[in-house]
C-alpha cells in the first residue's frame, strides 16, 4: 500500500472529523505504531472499543478462521456464529432475546423503536387508534450521548450535535442526570421508554448513582414504562463487570451494546425479554449486515476472552490502581477538579477546557481523549497491566502539572 499523510485526508474525506497528524498502520496491546516506527501508547482505545488491545491473537485467529469459512449471507438464513454469539449473550446477562446490528446508534435506533412499537402495540390492544398512541415519550438525560442518527441524536438531545438537522423526532425530552425527582416528574403514562447510560461516557465519565437508576427502575415500573440503559460505552468488561448494571443490581427492560463486544469490529446489539421482542415481528426492523459472521466471530472471541483471561477483575483492578494514582499525585495541583471513574472509564476533570492537551499528551506518546471540554477521558485497554498504568500516572501528571504551572505563570 503507498504510504498516505494526514494532508490526504482534507483532500479526499468529508471534513467532520479533525484526526491528529499521527497516522497509524499497526498495533500490538496497548501501543500504536506508525510508519516512520513513532509508538504511542493507546489510552483512548479507539474511544471503548478496543477492549482487547490491538490484534489480540485470540481475535486475530478467530477472524482468520471465519475468514476462511463464510463472510455474510445476510438474515434471509441465519449463521452459527450469529446463533453462538446470541446464545452467549443470553447465558451471561438478563436478555432472553438479542437483535445484532453493526454500530451503537443502531442497537440505540432499534432499542427506541422497540420501545414505540411495544408502546403502540398495547394502545391497539386497548382499541385505540394507533396513530394516535398516547404513550410515545422517551425520556433521556442531560449529557447523554446515543447516537448520531435523527433518533438517536435527537435522544443525544446536546445542541452542538443538533444544528442543521431539523425537524428533530418529536416527543423525547431530557432532565438532568442523577436528578431523581425531575426523572420521576417527568416519567408519565406517556412515557414508553426511559434511555439512560449507567455511566455517561461522552458527557464527561459521569457515574449514575444507585439510588437514581433503582429510583428510575421504580418509576418506570410505576408508569408502565420500559428501561433502557445504554452500556455502549460502559458494556463488555469495561466498568469491571461484563456490563454496568450487574453492579448496580438494577436490571434494565433493554440494553444495547456495541464498541468493546467486537474490541474494534463493528458490531452493536440489542439485548431484551422475549415478551418484548415479540413485538419485533417479522418485518419489522432490520439490517442487512446484521448478525455478519465475521463481527459475530469477532466478538464470540471478544467474550471468551473476558472470561478466559478474568478481564472484568483486571479492569476492576487496574481502574482502581489508576484512579488512586492519579489522585494521589494530581492532589494539590491547580486547576484539577476530580479524578473519577469505575473500572478502565476514568475521567479527570480539569477547570478549564483541556482539548490543547490531546496534541500536547500526542508529543509524550500517548493517545488520550477529551471530552465535555473539560475531561481527560482514559479508555486504554482491559488487558493493561500495572506498569503500562503507572507509566500514564506519570506522564499525565507531568503533563496536568506542566499546564497548570503554565496557566499560573499566564494569568
Ligand atoms: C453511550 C453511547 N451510546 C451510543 C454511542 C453511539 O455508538 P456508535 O458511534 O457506534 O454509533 C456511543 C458512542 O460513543 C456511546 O458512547
Redesign the pocket.
Known sequence: MPAYARATFDQVMVPNYAPGAFVPVSGKGSRVKDRSGRVLIDFAGG??VTALGHCHPRIVKALRRQADRLWHVSNVVTNEPALELASKLVAKTFAERVFLCN??????EAALKLARRVASDNEIVKGKRPDLARRHEILAFQN?????TLL?VTATGQKKYLEGYGPLPAGIRHVPYNDLAAARAAITDRTCAVIV?PM???GGVTPATKAFLKGLRKRCNEAGALLVF?????GAGRTGALYAYMKYGVTPDIL?T??GLGAGF?I?AMLTTAKLAAHFTVGSHGTTFGGNPLACAAALSVLDTLVADDLCANAARMGERLVQGLRARLAGTPGVVEVRGRGLMVGIELREPCGHLVQAALEQGLLINVTADNVIRLLPPLVIQAAEVDQIIDTLAALIAAQAGGAQSAA
Open positions: 474511544i471503548a454500530s451503537g446508534a443502531e442497537a440505540n447523554a450521548f446515543h447516537g448520531r438517536t447510560e455517561q461516557g461522552e445504554d452500556e455502549i460505552q460502559s444495547t456495541a464498541k463493528p452493536g
